[in-house]
């Protein structure tokens, strides 16, 4: 993370907490600290190792932060989500054929995939069953560990970069941003090898109905309140629509669409430009026919 968008506070003292100077979703300089969740109530095993987390709020774009949860003292907490991963397989298998049928309606013939943040690799394990080149990446070693040896797919414990120069035509980035302390250089990257490998890429991050998490966060007796406290120190940033948007949007997203799935509801947008070229090249050609037409139907004009 770029050291100037992070205030560096002394961790140790409540109330002095790291947090982020600009907003991670939207990149303006408006973010309050509202308060510091103590986890003792919620996570009790866990509230040994994490001090009193800050909860910040972007008044610009309504994007929450717990920036704390990818702070080096919190990797032991941010990983090794395995068994959380396998209470979700049944789910994540259907969300994820769900997805792979939306992208071939809505893409050029997809033959390889590259997930990041793949865990097992429940999705990539459907994408291999259509016949489909899969690769994934994600940093927690046991889950990886897990879907390769059980799978049989290609997939990496490391963190993906597009320095890795990997050839696909669908990149998939599926909850994941809102675990990483810098989601910007991970859209920078996606943006770069999406547009160098003329591919297709959908994002997405969890976003609450109402587009905020402001309602469930006042609502302390509420089990909303209670759920996305648990989230914490998972999930870091807690997008709102606009502000998930907003940092797309500062990447060359060329289309953004809501792609409908019963998981991830509105959080979800796809970079292309494989499409977006080829739709240029199709009205191009029109114009090229029209051109064409006129010219072999107006032999009269000589100076045409
Ligand atoms: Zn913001």
Redesign the pocket.
Known sequence: MNADKIATIDWLEPGNGQHYRF??????D??DILGYVDLKQLRPGLADRVPPIPVAR??????YTTISACNEKFQGAATNALNFHLSLEKRNREAGRHLLNQLNNYSRTIRRILEIGCGPGFLLDEARKKGLHVVGYDIDEQAVEYGRRTFGIDLRSELWCSAKNEHFDALLCISCLEHLEDPESMVENIARSVASNDAVAVLSVPIYPEGSIYPYLNDVKSEDHFNIFRLVPWHTIHF?DF?FR?LVGRHRAYNYISIPTPLWGGGMMRFERGESAQRLGRRLSLLWKALIKRFRYAPDKKDF
């Open positions: 907003c991670p979703a939207c990149a303006k408006t973010v972007c008044r610009f774009c309504d994007t709102s502000g907003a």
